[in-house]
């Protein structure tokens, strides 16, 4: 375990924003992270893990500890089921593919989401109508201020759309280790009705897809739609889909009776953000080195050498911006340092 000084965290972020971490750390071993954990410093705790769903926007006078702790066990089978493990360094995509690589089933829709293991259930990630906790088992976590090790439930993370307790009460308090999933091993339970896994599937005239034609479908949905962090900066959707009360959602059916909508329950309303900052004007715009994909309003992208300031500048304006045209207020998902 070497403790490094001012590093560039330039290739630790998807945005792949040049800010520096005053002290930093990669642990690979729950006893390293412990360790770590116990070092007398002043500075204060910055857990990092895929840094996909961050905007940094200056250096981290802090120390930065990057939990690296890999590995995959399978932890008990039966003919139908398995429970896997995943330490929380492992790369979430890899993951996916291993588990449909094996023919275990109930990942296959989270394909290629940016990021790693241990902060999946953070956020509860989710796509094509699959959330991570649809097939989340427990969560192993050390205590930040006592070294303990304690196991999540499901129930005790408290899941929701894009939200857990580790978001809440448990905000700073746990750093997760691993991940268990239940998965099937027979009779997937697959969900194909998200339109655009149906339309892919119906293309290529698959009428009873397999994991990996499913998986394979996402992989491409998500290419058509979203920029690949490699080539070009971003943090997936930079904000939330906004959900509204009746009263907001007839005023706003009023106004936008073309806008696409969810029902949440029979009185609150989803509004995809990405069609309400595409209405305000801003899908495709570049301003500079920062800008606004072009084919998904929701990410904001770094073309270059954008710094964090400027990122977040541009998602104010946009916030604004939408506000004043759809009286609807959209909240950041990427958490803003
Ligand atoms: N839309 C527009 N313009 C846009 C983008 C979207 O009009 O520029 C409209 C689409 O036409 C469609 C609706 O918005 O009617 C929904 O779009 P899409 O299917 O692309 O999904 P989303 O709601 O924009 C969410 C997640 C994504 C996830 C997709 C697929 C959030 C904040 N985002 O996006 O998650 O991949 O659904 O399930 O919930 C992420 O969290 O980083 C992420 C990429």
């Not at 509860?124 to 201020?145: Q, R, W």
């Not at 400027?310 to 959209?330: C, D, S």
């Amino acid at each position: 375990m070497r403790v490094e000084e001012n590093k560039s965290l330039k290739n630790l972020n998807t945005f792949g924003i040049d800010c520096k971490a005053h002290y930093f750390v990669s642990v690979t071993t729950i006893e390293e992270l412990k360790q770590a954990l116990s070092l007398k410093t002043s500075e204060r705790l910055f857990i990092l893990g895929g840094g996909s769903n961050m905007l940094l926007t200056g250096n981290l006078d802090a120390f930065v500890l990057h939990i690296n702790i890999k590995g995959i066990e399978i932890l008990k089978e039966t003919e139908t089921e398995v429970l896997v493990k995943a330490m929380a360094g492992e790369n979430w995509h890899e993951f996916v593919q291993y588990c449909i690589a094996n023919d275990f089933g109930g990942l296959e829709n989270l394909s290629l989401i940016p990021g790693n293991v241990g902060t999946a259930p953070i956020q509860n990630i989710g796509a094509y109508g699959v959330e991570l906790k649809d097939t989340f088992e427990s969560c192993n976590t050390v205590e930040i201020e006592t070294l303990k090790e304690k196991e999540f439930t499901k129930v005790e993370c408290a899941f929701e759309y894009r939200n857990s307790i580790f978001k809440n009460e448990g905000k700073e308090k746990y750093i997760i280790t691993s991940v268990t999933f239940k998965l099937t091993k027979k009779n997937h339970k697959t969900s194909i009705s998200y339109g655009d896994i149906q339309k892919v599937l119906n293309d290529k005239k698959i009428e009873t897809p397999t994991i990996k034609d499913i998986s394979e479908a996402v992989i491409a949905i998500r290419q058509s739609k979203l920029p690949d962090p490699k080539v070009l900066g971003n943090s997936g959707s930079f904000f939330k889909n906004p959900v509204i009360d009746s009263e907001t959602f007839q005023e706003f059916r009023r106004n936008f009776p073309e806008a696409p909508f969810y029902e949440v329950s029979p009185t609150e309303f989803k509004i995809p953000a990405g069609w309400l900052i595409e209405k305000a004007g801003f899908k495709g715009q570049r301003f500079g080195d920062v800008g606004v994909h072009k084919n998904q309003a929701l990410v904001l992208v770094n073309y270059g050498n954008a710094t964090g300031k400027e990122i977040f500048q541009l998602a104010m304006n946009i916030q604004k911006k939408v506000k004043e045209m759809t009286g609807i207020f959209i909240e950041p998902e990427v958490n803003v340092f």
